[in-house]
């Protein structure tokens, strides 16, 4: 073969590797070049809180007829458990789970399902088809005493949850509705239609979860999170938009947990009513 050929080879091979790199390099994507929101809670449907108790005796005849059949809230459901040691105690969580196909509602922060794979119990990272959302009675166990009981309904807390210390004496008793606190404040623009105006999440007193404003179109105004009483994380402001779509309006950081010493909040970027980015800090 001549030189001639063999230089054509190599070269045709050096292109080749320049190309198959240049295709393999993913271009980076600026998160803040673009305020449009691509989001399920945008636009928003209005969630649903449903505190009400007027069933609950009805339901509580119906417990120990659900529980042979492992039928909880018209759902089949199956058992299981996990068991691991922590610091020489032994930790055992029994729990119903249901294989129902069910998108998690977008409003609450903890979700609970079963990762099977792994054994183990989880609250966030749940997608449809990767895990079991769990669904019915739960109890945790420590040292064959029941630290705390309760009852899911796909994959959220609902109804009454019970803490107890390590003699089984209770300590604390909490009311949900499908993972909504029953403590949490609920304003409305108009109640008669149940038109949210605000939702303050609230346990033992303290604003503690996820936190929305409403326009009075239903589209999402505000999101962020409280923590221990105090706002945390990314704060997120919405143009009005008449649910058309969802843009970013402003961006305001906080602490990135609760009672964190000398931090300032700051406005972390902002976009016009098109998406367009007009000021970001600069690190």
Not at 103 to 111: A, H, N, Q, S
Not at 191 to 220: C, H, T, W
Request: hydrophobic fraction near 30%.
């Amino acid at each position: 073969m001549s030189r001639f050929y063999i230089l054509i080879i190599l070269l045709c091979l050096i292109s080749g590797l320049v190309s198959a790199q240049k295709n393999s390099e993913k271009p980076k994507v600026d998160p803040d070049s673009s305020g449009v929101v691509n989001s399920m809670i945008l636009p928003t449907s209005m969630p649903l809180l449903l505190f009400d108790d007027s069933n609950l005796k009805e339901e509580k005849k119906e417990k120990k007829k659900k529980a042979k059949k492992n039928i909880w809230f018209g759902i089949k459901t199956k058992k299981s458990y996990t068991r691991r040691e922590l610091r020489g105690q032994e930790i055992i969580e029994f729990f119903n789970y249901t294989d129902a196909s069910r998108k998690p509602d977008p409003y609450i922060r903890d979700v609970f399902w079963f990762d099977q794979a792994e054994r183990e119990i989880k609250k966030s990272g749940y997608e449809v088809g990767k895990g079991y959302l769990l669904h019915g009675p739960y109890e945790r166990i420590i040292n064959e005493v029941v630290v705390e009981s309760g009852m899911y309904y796909y994959g959220t807390k609902h109804r009454t949850w019970m803490l107890y210390d390590s003699k089984n004496i209770l300590q604390d008793k909490n009311h949900y509705s499908e993972g909504w606190p029953r403590e949490s404040r609920v304003s409305y623009h108009d109640r008669s239609a149940n038109v949210i105006e605000e939702i303050i999440p609230m346990q033992y007193g303290l604003e503690e979860g996820n936190y929305f404003y409403f326009y009075e179109d239903k589209q999402i105004a505000v999101t962020g999170e409280y923590e221990y009483g105090e706002k945390v994380g990314l704060w997120t402001e919405y143009w009005d938009l008449n649910n058309s779509k969802a843009i970013r309006k402003r961006e305001v950081q906080y602490q990135e947990a609760a009672y964190t010493k000398n931090f300032r909040p700051y406005i972390r970027a902002e976009w016009d009513k098109d998406g367009n980015l007009i000021y970001r800090k600069n690190n």
